[in-house]
């Protein structure tokens, strides 16, 4: 397969940095709990906790939604869930790429049931058009069009994520 380098590495650093900054400024004095959803945003995540100045506790999620495809199977399994208790917690869900937004969908719902104060949506790529499922992106790196991504973290077939930029494959 060909690839396109769609966003440059200092593109997206820069991009990190400023949802740091965001994020940082609307949660002043507070402590937030991250959740990342894995396994695609351990690059994104790791980088936006690092350029954060207040403190936060982290934790994980992982929920599948593709095979080996080029598209989503719209076949949502849960293979990890949250292990500290957020009642009463506010929470942001960190994601590496919304595409349709129905695992997002599914993720924030049963993160709902656990009763935290507030949830939030930081996702370093929206693939807006391609949305089925309506969900709110609060902190958000990057808009981008059609086109499956890999690089950062973002996979086909668990190929390609060590790459330093975002490449659209052709």
């Known amino acids: 397969m060909e690839k396109e380098i769609l966003i440059p590495e200092k593109a997206i650093l820069d991009k990190v940095e400023e949802l740091a900054a965001q994020i940082s400024s609307d949660y002043k004095g507070t402590e937030p709990i991250l959740v990342g959803i894995l396994n695609g945003v351990v690059f994104f995540f790791a980088d936006l906790v690092k350029k954060m100045s207040v403190p936060s506790r982290i934790d994980f999620i992982r929920a599948a939604s593709y095979g080996s495809g080029m598209s989503s199977s719209g076949n949502i399994r849960f293979t990890k869930d949250v292990e500290l208790p957020i009642q009463g917690k506010s929470v942001i869900v960190v994601e ?75």
Request: with cysteine.
């Open 96 to 170: 590496d790429i919304v595409d349709t937004g129905l695992t997002l969908r599914q993720i924030v719902n049963r993160l709902e049931g656990k009763g935290p104060e507030s949830i939030r949506i930081c996702a370093l790529i929206d693939k807006l058009e391609r949305r089925e499922e309506s969900v709110t992106i609060d902190y958000c790196g990057f808009q981008v069009k059609e086109g499956f991504l890999v690089g950062y973290g973002l996979d086909h077939d668990e190929q390609y994520r060590y790459l330093r930029d975002i490449y659209v494959l052709r």
